[in-house]
């Protein structure tokens, strides 16, 4: 009966929250505290799949259950991104029968990396997709060690990790064990031979702190890496990018199962190899992986296309505080080789919680915008003195920098006869008070 009484609360709770509009967690909430151990009563799928990680957990859950339930599976996923162990509650619940059977052929969790120890403390995911580990949120995640010992207190024996062997730190993980599959790229057309970013994360060997050498660099400290003193390498892939043309906007997959890229970005291929790996791993084959993958478009608000008067442009979502997907986000915007302008917005640092840190704009490699294809460059909201302190120390001119507190104005600028496409990259906590003016609110 109790196990009844809280599924029932839980879905009525949901259903109320829904109409009125408000988010996921409060069900999974109120259920936690009629019944702590709630989770580990109800009887789960054979496949439990979870992605945890710094950077694309949203963005790859959401492939992922695309691909699945193109091919016929039916699949129970938070697609409203909440993602701690109350919102995964309130997922579990209302997937469930009243008898408490999840009534899905698989159950996919996109997880937040300092919880996971918590939600899967009474779910035991049969597969853990492990993306990246980047300085993110230092104000709430510290260093990204730290944060990797969060998740390693969430890994428990009878998963299989999917781990990014692009990645040092992620891959220690997998360090030593046998039963784990290994994702990553091979060397790229876009490498390079040398670092090229404000720090360097991957130095030094996360086992050891001896120097670590790189044969190639994806971006960042993600690449082929291997530890002068303990060994400790790079391993080999089971499911790999084996080359990319960004500006074409193709990849591919294994050498044989070609993707056009709707959004030309290294991260992006990274969580749609996340994606193909599970997919694969769960029975789909490479020929419809690349098929549902072709051109896809993410639904989640990351990339948002845009009409401003008469110019067109798209919206970037990268995190505040998350200088590897700001990187990212720049990136793109350089790449456009027909030139465009640039607006960047923090105007709240975090939904959550408030700090005025803006340590974090240090890190990012704005320089990467002095090229010819970047024609105009707004800064906006309230931390605009912040950026332009940090745009002060590029090789930027100053004549192509404009500067608005208010977003506003920033937007009745860029509202003008002017004809090149706009790249807007800013946070979800901010995004909405772009489009809002774009939109006519």
């Not at 259920?31 to 799928?45: F, G, H, Q, Y």
């Not at 049969?126 to 260093?143: A, E, K, M």
């Not at 876009?190 to 044969?215: F, Q, W």
């Not at 506003?408 to 800013?426: G, P, Q």
Request: glycine fraction near 6%; charge should be neutral.
């Amino acid at each position: 009966m109790k196990v009844f009484f809280t599924i029932l609360v839980c879905k009525i709770l949901r259903f109320i929250g829904k109409l009125a509009g408000k988010g996921s967690s409060l069900p999974g909430q109120i259920a936690l505290k009629l019944c702590p151990d709630i989770l580990s009563r109800v009887k789960l799928p054979e496949y439990i799949i979870a992605v945890t990680g710094s950077n694309g957990k949203t963005s790859t859950v959401e492939m992922i259950a695309h691909i699945l339930m193109n091919n016929g599976k039916k699949v129970a996923w938070n697609k409203e991104g909440s993602n701690q162990i109350e919102g995964v509650t309130t997922l579990v619940l209302n997937s469930a029968t009243l008898t408490g059977k999840v009534k899905s052929d698989i159950l996919l969790i996109e997880s937040d990396e300092r919880f996971a120890k918590y939600t899967f403390k009474y779910i035991l995911p049969t597969h853990y997709v492990i993306t990246n580990l980047y300085r993110d949120q230092l104000t709430r995640n510290g260093h990204p060690e730290w944060v990797y010992n969060a998740i390693k207190d969430s890994i428990h024996d009878g998963t299989q990790l999917i781990l990014n062997a692009d990645d040092p730190l992620v891959s220690c993980f997998g360090w030593g064990k046998k039963d784990v599959i290994w994702f990553g790229a091979d060397k790229l057309s876009s490498d390079t031979d040398e670092l090229v970013s404000v720090y360097n994360d991957g130095a030094y060997c996360p086992v050891c702190k001896a120097p670590m050498e790189y044969s190639t660099h994806h971006y960042n400290h993600i690449g082929h890496y291997s530890c002068t003193k303990c060994g400790y390498k790079r391993q080999d892939t089971k499911y790999t990018i084996t080359s990319v043309d960004l500006d074409k906007g193709v990849m591919e997959i294994d050498g044989k199962y070609e993707i056009s890229l709707a959004l030309k970005s290294l991260y992006n291929i990274y969580n749609i190899l996340s994606a193909y790996t599970v997919a694969s791993i769960v029975g789909i084959s490479g020929e419809k992986i690349a098929a549902d993958m072709n051109n896809y478009v993410l639904k989640n608000g990351r990339v948002i296309t845009f009409k401003l008067g008469s110019r067109e442009g798209t919206m970037l979502t990268s995190k505040h505080e998350n200088s590897i997907s700001y990187d990212q986000s720049i990136r793109v915007a350089s790449a456009f080789s027909e030139g465009c302008d640039v607006m960047f917005i923090v105007d709240a640092v975090s939904r959550k919680y408030f700090t005025s840190d803006v340590s974090w704009l240090w890190d990012i490699d704005f320089e990467m915008l002095n090229n010819p294809n970047i024609h105009q460059i707004v800064l906006a909201g309230k931390y605009v003195n912040d950026l332009a302190v940090r745009f002060s120390y590029t090789d930027i001119p100053s004549n192509k920098i404009k500067l608005y507190e208010s977003i506003d104005e920033a937007v009745d600028y860029l509202n003008s006869d002017r004809k090149e496409y706009i790249y807007v990259i800013t946070c979800f906590s901010d995004k909405g008070k772009f489009l809002g003016k774009v939109n006519g609110d």
